[in-house]
């Protein structure tokens, strides 16, 4: 089983920040990676398949990038909107996985 | 618009069986993969089940392999995934999602609660 990592857990962060996830893939996934969001009483919202392209709808202002098996999810200017918990997951192997999470907070 | 609906979830005892249902409207399921995601309460996701858009394959977790089976009807354009035996660890929100890759359209949730 692939284990995804994510870090950190939690981020305290202000509206305006420049926001940088990581999840680590503990084997090869090539670009087979997913982010997603998701808010409190909410179902998760894909924000990046193929570990770099945006899902239909979804702002600019969200980047995914790879380097090996180091996945990050940028977001370029937080806006109130964004605070929520973000998931990595790998479909590159059955079973497929996801990572802890990382709740992004209002500082 | 593309949309999932998942119904079923409810209270039930343990060693007792639950199917759940997602209907899907906007797009046919039959051209897709499907999957069941499930999150326990406070927890993070855990992917439980797919099947493969002509049902040539199933996957599902190790810890519900010979428990739920994952199935489709074509006609009424929903998937169900029967759960048999199940355990208090099974209780969590249920989450129907289409396979695209990512999985890039999922249903509300149907909660499952398995308890004496």
């Known amino acids: 089983e692939i284990v995804m990592t994510q870090s950190p857990a939690t981020l305290s962060v202000s509206p305006g920040d420049r926001v940088t996830l990581s999840c680590r893939a503990s084997q090869n996934v090539n670009s087979n990676f997913a982010w997603f969001q998701q808010k409190p009483g909410q179902a998760p919202r894909l924000l990046i398949s193929g570990a770099f392209n945006r899902a239909t709808g979804i702002p600019a202002r969200f980047s995914g990038s790879a380097s090996g098996t180091e996945f990050t999810l940028t977001i370029s200017s937080l806006q109130s909107e964004d605070f929520a918990v973000y998931y990595c997951q790998q479909y590159n192997n059955w079973p497929l996985t996801f990572g802890g999470g990382t709740k992004v907070e209002i500082k | 618009q593309v949309q999932l609906v998942e119904s079923g979830g409810g209270v039930v005892q343990p060693g007792r069986s639950l199917r759940l249902s997602c209907v899907a409207s906007g797009f046919t399921i039959s051209e897709y993969g499907m999957h069941w995601v499930r999150q326990a309460p406070g927890k993070g996701l855990e992917w439980v089940s797919s099947i493969s858009y002509d049902t040539d394959s199933y996957y599902y977790t190790d810890s519900v392999k010979g428990r739920f089976t994952i199935s489709r009807d074509i006609s009424k354009n929903t998937l169900f995934l029967q759960m048999n035996s199940l355990r208090v660890e099974d209780s969590a929100i249920y989450y129907c999602?289409?396979?695209?890759?990512?999985?890039?359209?999922w249903g509300q949730g149907t909660t499952v609660i398995v308890s004496s």
């Open positions: 999602a289409r396979r695209t890759g990512g999985m890039d359209v």
